[in-house]
């Protein structure tokens, strides 16, 4: 069979919401951070993206890691996170299934009963701990980047919609949290469409009108509103349900681990936040977050969030690119895809 290339791929899914992790095909890419790195995938690379993710390989729900030697003294190995439509600074789903894969394919050696490894995130670094026994990897707890709380009932203007009063904060992405309740959702299977298109027609309004609240005190690569978050009250027992809205207008499968840190970092501004927090997803998945310390970011009080759930790996891939196939390089079409999805950037804004 003629090849161009060969991407070796371990697909895994944590807590329903599905990554394709790469851990072979490509070398490295210039840079020294992993974020620098993800800037020159989005400037010269993006092709990788688009090959991962885009039909006829990949689907909207579907995320891409790419595992690169980290050269941070402290990190075992770094990833750059790649989502349908854009990059990101973090993702909580995305180090699950990273970590779950590193050591369920032995490119990390599992220790038993916890294996600890530091992983280096665009973001920063996330430190991991997960359950091991008997070969396999159970519950990964990990340690995220600082998260914070920039503003409590804001007020943002949504032509056809209404005035809505939103919380943001920043746990690795930013967060912009709506009442589901109060615009009649129950955050069901049943309106994950509905959801999802309202979460899009939401988000550009917000980026804009709480353009100085989505200001990362230290990144401003990373200052760009990510997510719709709809909150509303538990279903199976835990605190709170989530729908994350994902460009392009989709939710996420699980509670979404950034979204659960910047809810914890809006409790506890609040003084609501309880020992722990457990979000659930749409299809009743949990994630378990806690505070376990207290920092600054550029003179911004801070969290430091500690979120577990869980992950399998579902899939060994070896994605092909053949030089006669005209649709090798991807493609999308706005049935699943919508018709205003951004385009793999950093900063979409």
Not at 71 to 79: K, L, R, S, V
């Amino acid at each position: 069979m003629r090849t161009a290339r060969v991407i070796h791929c371990v697909d895994a899914h944590a807590e329903g919401e599905p990554s394709r992790i790469i851990v072979g095909g490509v070398l490295d890419v210039p840079g020294v951070t992993m974020l620098e790195k993800a800037r020159w995938l989005e400037r010269e690379g993006d092709w990788l993206r688009r090959l991962c993710l885009f039909e006829p390989r990949g689907s909207a729900p579907l995320s891409a890691d790419l595992v690169l030697p980290s050269a941070h003294p402290e990190a075992d190995a770094g990833f750059i996170i790649m989502e349908s439509s854009s990059y990101e600074g973090m993702s909580g789903t995305n180090t699950i299934n990273t970590a779950a894969v590193l050591l369920e394919t032995g490119m990390v050696e599992m220790v038993e009963p916890v294996t600890s490894l530091v992983l280096e995130a665009p973001a920063g670094l996330v430190r991991v701990s997960a359950e091991c026994a008997d070969g396999v990897v159970g519950p990964i707890t990990f340690e995220n980047v600082p998260s914070f709380c920039t503003v409590l009932d804001a007020v943002v203007e949504v032509p056809e919609v209404g005035t809505l009063r939103v919380d943001v904060a920043y746990g690795g992405a930013w967060c912009a949290f709506v009442d589901a309740t109060a615009l009649g959702f129950s955050i069901v299977p049943d309106e994950a469409r509905s959801l999802g298109e309202l979460g899009e027609r939401i988000r550009p309004h917000a980026a804009e009108q709480l353009a100085a609240a989505l200001t990362h005190p230290l990144e401003d690569a990373l200052s760009y509103l990510s997510f719709i978050v709809f909150v509303a009250p538990p279903r199976v027992g835990g605190d709170a349900r989530h729908a994350t809205i994902v460009s392009p207008g989709r939710l996420d499968r699980a509670p979404t681990g950034t979204a659960t840190s910047a809810r914890i970092a809006v409790l506890d501004k609040r003084g609501t936040m309880g020992e722990t927090y457990v979000a659930e997803s749409v299809i009743d998945t949990r994630f378990t977050g806690r505070i376990t310390g207290r920092t600054q970011v550029g003179g911004v009080d801070a969290v430091i969030p500690a979120i577990t759930g869980r992950a399998w790996i579902t899939g060994f891939h070896q994605l092909v690119v053949d030089p006669t196939d005209p649709l090798a390089a991807g493609f999308k079409l706005p049935d699943t895809w919508g018709s205003g999805a951004r385009e793999g950037t950093l900063n979409p804004t």
